[in-house]
Antibody, heavy 120, light 110 residues
């Protein structure tokens, strides 16, 4: 089972960007992909996209809602995947999770989550 | 509004069985076996319970089982226990929209 550890909580102002990291344990670095999912306070889960880390090919898929504001990248030597969200708004306040999966069709192993608070 | 429809809440007494439904369309739930179920305990990250409609990862109790009929998938929890009190989410996939989640179901053990 893939072990994922995410970066710490962030507080950002509206209009700023945030970059959250997700580091996989070296012996279980996924040869498949990483999903990013967020959960606003008291709300359900929302899929933000997927990036393949298979052989570092970096194939990505973003839902239309986030296509203009999100970028996912992967750094193979450090087994780390990043999610950057730009032009933050107050309704982006949420816990952001990374989750590995053998393919894009469904997240499997989840990180612990990173709280991002957007407030002026 | 979520793409997949789940009941907001389901309750049962200890030892009983409960079933949570997840209704989609012929383009997602009904199109293939890419249906997943997750359990989220309060303040915790989601945990995979079921993959590909009825597959169970190692370490997951056989009290949890999944099935599908047409455009509706179901998660059954048998022998309900106090520790099963949590939120449960289903997910499916389409090439156009990617991964979609249900709105979540709160399970209460009476």
């Amino acid at each position: 089972q893939v072990q994922l550890v995410q970066s710490g909580a962030e507080v950002k102002k509206p209009g700023a960007s945030v970059k959250v990291s997700c580091k996989a344990s070296a012996d279980t670095f996924p040869s498949y992909g990483i999903n990013w999912v967020r959960q606003a306070p008291g709300q359900g889960l929302e899929w933000m996209g997927w990036i393949s880390v298979y052989n570092g090919n970096g194939n990505k898929k973003y839902p239309q809602k986030f296509q203009d504001r999100v970028t996912m990248t992967t750094e193979t030597p450090t087994h780390t995947t990043y999610m950057e969200l730009r032009n933050l708004r107050s309704d982006d306040t949420a816990v952001y999770y990374c989750a590995s999966s053998p393919s894009i069709v469904g997240p499997r192993s989840w990180g612990q989550g990173t709280l991002v608070t957007v407030s002026s | 509004q979520s793409a997949l429809t789940q009941p907001a809440s389901v309750s049962g007494s200890p030892g009983q069985s409960i079933t949570i439904s997840c209704t989609g369309t012929s383009s997602d739930v009904g199109a293939h076996d890419y249906v997943f179920w997750y359990q989220q305990l309060p303040g915790k990250a989601p945990k995979l319970l079921i993959y590909h409609v009825s597959g169970r990862p190692s370490g997951i109790s056989n009290r949890f089982s999944g099935s599908k009929s047409g455009n509706t998938a179901s998660l059954t929890i048998s022998g309900l226990q106090a520790e099963d009190e949590a939120d449960y989410y289903c997910s499916s996939y389409t090439d156009i929209s990617g991964v979609m989640f249900g709105g979540g179901t709160k399970v209460t053990v009476l």
